[in-house]
């Protein structure tokens, strides 16, 4: 499929907007830039997965934000996200849950489009997304805990990372899974903010030391609420 000019630029306002999440809190006297866009030219930024992944950013807790503390996030669907957070003095675990017909965030953003009254900017379509809250007092000591396993598998992931690039430059070839299941993890301490994509897929017979982490975090949060957290991914 070939774009236009038009296409492409509209596709790269929308990725802009989704790594603007960093610093959104720290900028909100400052003017919303407006742009122009077509319904068609939303429909194309969709169907990238560009707007749709800037949506589900824009979903933090309104209590805190990515520059106050120490946050890490971890998207189990693109229904529910589960956040841990300290500002030093108290720690908190914190559940969004997107409440939609039919608990499809995607199908719900397509109608939107397909009906001309998705809004062009990403932040603006949480509002419609009846995003429902639900947050725990944790120990601080609990906090520490969890943050030393995330950083501890953080080091084993960027191995892991190595491994599979010196893996394709070598064979030219790359693994993939169609079925398998992908966990964005956001980590910001005030001074240094990342993103992860992870796949659930195996690294020579053995799980990925990230995705370890991450099923360890759901338990984690699934003890604190009481209940399972889904784990259907997108197709």
Same mark, same amino acid.
Request: hydrophobic content about 40%; overall charge negative; aromatic content about 12%.
């Given at each position: 499929?070939?774009?236009?000019?038009?296409d492409v630029t509209v596709a790269f306002w929308v990725l802009s907007l989704s790594l603007y999440t960093a610093t959104a809190w720290r900028a909100e006297a400052q003017p919303r830039v407006q742009? *122009?866009?077509?319904?068609?030219?939303?429909e194309h930024a969709l169907a990238s997965g560009l707007y749709g992944d800037a949506v589900i950013n824009h979903i933090w807790p309104p209590a805190f934000g990515t520059s106050q503390g120490i946050s890490i996030a971890v998207e189990f669907t693109p &229904?529910?996200?589960v956040f +841990? !957070?300290? /500002?030093?003095?108290?720690?908190?675990?914190w559940t969004?849950?997107?409440?939609?017909?039919?608990?499809?965030?995607?199908?719900? +953003?397509?109608? +939107?489009? /397909?009906?001309c009254v998705l809004p062009p900017d990403p932040a603006d379509a949480v509002k +419609?997304?009846?995003?429902?809250? &639900?947050? *725990?007092e944790v120990p601080q000591a609990q906090f520490g805990e969890v943050h030393a396993d995330f950083m501890a598998a953080l080091l084993e992931y960027i191995s892991a990372v190595q491994e599979r690039s010196d893996h394709f430059l070598?064979?030219?070839?790359?693994?993939?899974?169609? /079925?398998?299941s992908n966990y964005p993890v956001v980590y910001d301490n005030s001074w240094q903010h990342f993103e992860i994509l992870d796949w659930d897929l195996p690294l020579d017979n053995r799980t990925d030391p990230m995705i370890e982490w991450? !099923?360890?975090?759901?338990?984690f949060a699934e003890r604190e609420f009481q209940r399972p957290l889904a784990t259907r991914r997108r197709p």
């Amino acid at each position: 499929m070939r774009y236009s000019v038009a296409d492409v630029t509209v596709a790269f306002w929308v990725l802009s907007l989704s790594l603007y999440t960093a610093t959104a809190w720290r900028a909100e006297a400052q003017p919303r830039v407006q742009a *122009k866009v077509s319904c068609k030219q939303i429909e194309h930024a969709l169907a990238s997965g560009l707007y749709g992944d800037a949506v589900i950013n824009h979903i933090w807790p309104p209590a805190f934000g990515t520059s106050q503390g120490i946050s890490i996030a971890v998207e189990f669907t693109p &229904e529910i996200k589960v956040f +841990l !957070h300290t /500002d030093g003095n108290k720690s908190t675990v914190w559940t969004s849950t997107v409440r939609v017909p039919g608990n499809n965030t995607w199908g719900f +953003l397509n109608n +939107l489009a /397909d009906s001309c009254v998705l809004p062009p900017d990403p932040a603006d379509a949480v509002k +419609l997304l009846n995003v429902a809250w &639900e947050t *725990k007092e944790v120990p601080q000591a609990q906090f520490g805990e969890v943050h030393a396993d995330f950083m501890a598998a953080l080091l084993e992931y960027i191995s892991a990372v190595q491994e599979r690039s010196d893996h394709f430059l070598r064979t030219k070839r790359q693994g993939g899974g169609v /079925d398998a299941s992908n966990y964005p993890v956001v980590y910001d301490n005030s001074w240094q903010h990342f993103e992860i994509l992870d796949w659930d897929l195996p690294l020579d017979n053995r799980t990925d030391p990230m995705i370890e982490w991450i !099923h360890r975090f759901q338990r984690f949060a699934e003890r604190e609420f009481q209940r399972p957290l889904a784990t259907r991914r997108r197709p």
